[in-house]
């Protein structure tokens, strides 16, 4: 049984930064799984946010968060992250950590597992 748990969400003022991480268990190789963020809004649909394929493949972004912010894995710690940077107040939202088998892709329903969420909140 695959399980994700997010932690580094809380709140920041714009333009600040924050690291998310996604730890795996359940003895879960990190590498070959593809691995996503979501986000979801108060009263907004969730929306994908940036996707990463499987050991050694390329990552993908959402256009409102390119260039700010990158997603990584560290397979020996079994976790994925995603660094946040100049982070807005549009940016806030719950964010959930997903996995898949297969290829990367920007459906969550895609995706088989996925973690409880962590709130990220960004003050103007």
């Known amino acids: 049984q695959v399980q994700l748990v997010e932690s580094g969400g809380g709140l920041v003022q714009a333009g600040g930064s924050l690291r998310l991480s996604c730890a795996t268990s359940?003895?879960?190789?990190?590498?070959?799984?593809?691995m996503g963020w979501f986000r979801q809004a108060p009263g907004k649909d969730r929306e994908f946010v940036a996707a990463l394929g499987v050991s050694g493949g390329a990552a993908c972004y959402a256009d409102s968060v390119k260039g700010r912010f990158t997603i990584s894995r560290d397979n020996g710690k079994s976790t994925v992250y995603l660094q946040m940077n100049s982070l807005k107040p549009e940016d806030t939202a719950v964010y959930y950590c997903?996995?898949?088998?297969?290829?990367?892709?920007?459906?969550?329903?895609?995706?088989?597992?996925r973690g409880q969420g962590t709130q990220v909140t960004v003050s103007s």
């Open positions: 359940g003895g879960t190789i990190v590498g070959l799984f593809a």
């Open positions: 997903a996995a898949r088998f297969g290829t990367a892709g920007e459906l969550m329903a895609d995706y088989q597992y």
